[in-house]
């Protein structure tokens, strides 16, 4: 059993994302993973945090930094934004001393401490590289085989961190589709922005983004988009009926998590994955997969 | 930056007049004098950018272009991200500072990737929307509202509770008139879609630390300032 403290965030825990954090708790047991909760976490700050006062957002992000440092473990989350600024929190701590003294300064009025030793990393990365692709495979017990899938990085996974996965042209997601059973079809736009948070407040260019990938991976035949990112399943799912509305399109791909496929693989029942919570339902195109583990009513 | 300008308005006289005929050594004898006379000019706007954390690397940018060629929301941009280093080099601190450039920039990091330089592109433009945001610069800026909201609900509950921070966003806009009440109750179907998928949760979750990180960002804040 491999350890790690979890950081759902805001949205994997209870909001949009909320079937990305179910399904995560129920793959990590049959890949020999425990995910314990970071006690009593805050939200990362996130983009509009950073972009707004640099040292409060640093001091938001420390105290999560800081109760991760108590529990010796490597920080893993879901969220590709909560990835981005925790990561990028480290790093500028790191970078900038004069911001790291103040930020200590914070901390310590709140009677906390952060020596910098926290390892931030993202959930599709630490199912990548510590369980294996191989470990995944002889557990897959049922192989989605006849499963056309876009992959979908997002941009934050591979771009904020170098080391990971190529930035311009990834292939990790790919990759584990095929260990999957499933068949990764070709995605020019894999790793293109869906609009992130400028979905609220500037809806219109980040419906021109989503329908750019929509197209993309449709065109390509494929039958649903797998992504890491909670904010992308929520622009590409709950935002593809303006999309199809404001462009007169008929797109109806539906948009899983990687978690669910995952699951699906590995013969999780599919009510733990909350396959349900799409928007867009995958139902139909998971029908040949589900229906074996869940016997008619 | 800015000396040569400040010289020209001080001898009273129009800026092509004096281009041609003032001789070069009294403009530099000169300029002792306008230090003088305004000690409290302000940082010129390049160095105040390159000292601002993320805004360091505007100096290695190579005028490639590469970044706005990347760039997925470069159209709808006042000026592209390779204008807005140049425009930043040049000086032009309430052109750059009052246009949209970073506040539709979507955080993809594409043209950081690609920037064959090591500019830090992406992070420039955080650091640009904070620079305005302390100048206070940001009317009509919806991104800068919702960040205002999705920060208060931080500050509130240690959390973002997504219901209630988008309806606190599409409240706020109705007044500034940059966004239409109608385009905004178009996004009532989302809501609801999203509430009826078990994915809206409708009351908010407060930490049970929401004091110490109360403290730490007022600790911040008296640190700080408004940057």
Known sequence: MKYYAYFPGCSCSEGTGVAYGQSTQAVAGPLGMELIELEDWNCCGSVPYGSTNELEALSVAARDLALAEKTGLDLVTPCSSCYTTLNGANSKLKEYPDLKAKVDECLAAAELKYEGGVRVRHLFEVIYNDIGLDVIKSKAVKPLHGLKVAPYYGCQLVRTEPGFDNPWNPQSIDHLIVTLGAESVPFPLKDRCCGGELVIPEVDIALGLIRKLLESAASNGAQCIVTVCPLCQTNLDAYQGMVNSKFKTKYNLPILFFTQLLGLALGVEPKALALDKSIVSAEAVLAPYTKVAEPAV | ?227
């Open chain 2, 1 to 227: 930056m800015g000396t040569k300008a400040h010289l020209m308005v001080k001898t009273g006289k129009k800026p092509n007049e004096t281009t041609h005929y003032l001789d070069p050594v009294s403009e530099l004898e000169a300029m002792p004098e306008v230090e003088s006379i305004e000690p409290a000019a302000p940082t010129p706007f390049p160095d105040e950018i390159s000292s601002t954390p993320g805004g360091e690397t505007v100096r290695w940018c190579a005028q490639c272009g590469t970044c706005s060629s990347s760039c997925p929301n470069v159209a709808q941009m006042d000026y592209s991200p390779r204008r807005t280093i140049a425009m930043i080099r040049a000086g032009r601190r309430y052109d750059v500072l009052t246009s949209n450039t970073m506040w539709i920039c979507a955080s993809c990091y594409l043209c950081t990737v690609r920037c064959p330089r090591g500019v830090k592109i992406t992070e420039l433009m955080h650091a640009l929307e904070r620079v305005a945001t302390s100048h206070g610069l940001t009317l009509g800026r919806t991104a800068a509202a919702m960040h205002r909201v999705f920060i208060d609900s931080i500050k509130k509950y240690g959390r973002v509770h997504e219901l209630g921070m988008m309806m606190r966003f599409y409240l706020s806009t109705i007044p500034t008139g940059k966004i239409n009440p109608l385009a905004t109750i178009k996004m009532l179907p989302i809501a609801l879609k999203l509430r009826s998928h078990g994915r809206m949760a409708l009351k908010p979750t407060k930490i049970k630390g929401s004091e110490q990180l109360k403290t730490i960002v007022e600790k911040a804040r008296a640190l700080g300032g408004a940057r």
